[in-house]
């Protein structure tokens, strides 16, 4: 099976970091980052504070390996672990119970992992794309409840304008720049400068969705 299905013998921690990165040919390192990163696979803690995985935690991480490999980035391969495992009971954002979707326009690598990061912890979907023309595409097909914008790409002080004149969503508009007065004067709901403060980040964004909670659960297309 991809993911195994819970069991008494199954779900008991037995396995160290070491050996599960031998049995699925992985590195811990990465293992340790997917725990950080997703917190979707949680092994237990020995009394030494060592990560103790147990067998269905190790089909669990063979899943996203399989998924990886059919061409799935790591973060989408955690998400349909997720949803295989019921969902997950992560914190939601406003306290509503299901799960936003955002829509995130950057170019920067360590922006993305950032934002990708900090909304997968507070139980938010993510769909990345990292030009502006490919983002129309998402939104028609997932109306995503919020849009992040970084406005110096290419075209995102025009992608930024579009989103917000098509009035579906929010738009948080996001640069290095100093480029507040123009992104507000296109239709962003909100700007924030670069490099994010976590806390006013997510503070940001709570914000936003606030009003965005209530309609039908929207899914990333995968």
Do not use: N
Request: with cysteine; aromatic share 4%; hydrophobic share 45%.
């Amino acid at each position: 099976m991809d993911a195994a299905t819970p069991s008494r013998s199954g779900a008991r921690p037995v396995y160290s970091i070491g050996a599960v990165a031998r049995m699925l040919d992985v590195e811990a390192a990465t293992i340790r980052a997917w725990e950080e990163r997703y917190g979707v696979v949680l092994p237990a803690r020995s009394r030494g504070s060592q990560r103790l995985f147990s067998r269905e935690q190790v089909e669990q991480l063979r899943f996203v390996l399989r998924r990886i490999e059919e061409g799935s980035s790591p973060a989408d391969a955690h998400r349909l672990l997720q949803e295989q495992l019921g969902g997950g009971t992560g914190p939601v954002l406003g306290g509503s119970g299901r799960r936003p979707l955002v829509l995130l326009a950057e170019r920067d690598r360590y922006t993305v992992e950032l934002v990708e990061y900090l909304l997968r912890a507070e139980a938010i979907d993510v769909s990345v794309v990292r030009k502006a023309s490919r983002a129309s595409g998402i939104v028609a097909k997932s109306e995503p409840d919020l849009s992040i914008v970084e406005v110096a790409m290419a075209s995102g002080m025009e992608l930024c304008r579009r989103l917000a004149a098509g009035g579906r969503s929010p738009v948080l508009a996001l640069s290095s720049l100093d480029l507040a007065d123009a992104a507000i004067a296109v239709g962003a709901s909100a700007f924030l400068r670069k490099p994010l403060e976590p806390l006013q980040f997510v503070a940001a964004v709570g914000d936003l969705l606030e009003g965005a909670l209530t309609g039908p659960v929207r899914t990333s297309p995968s």
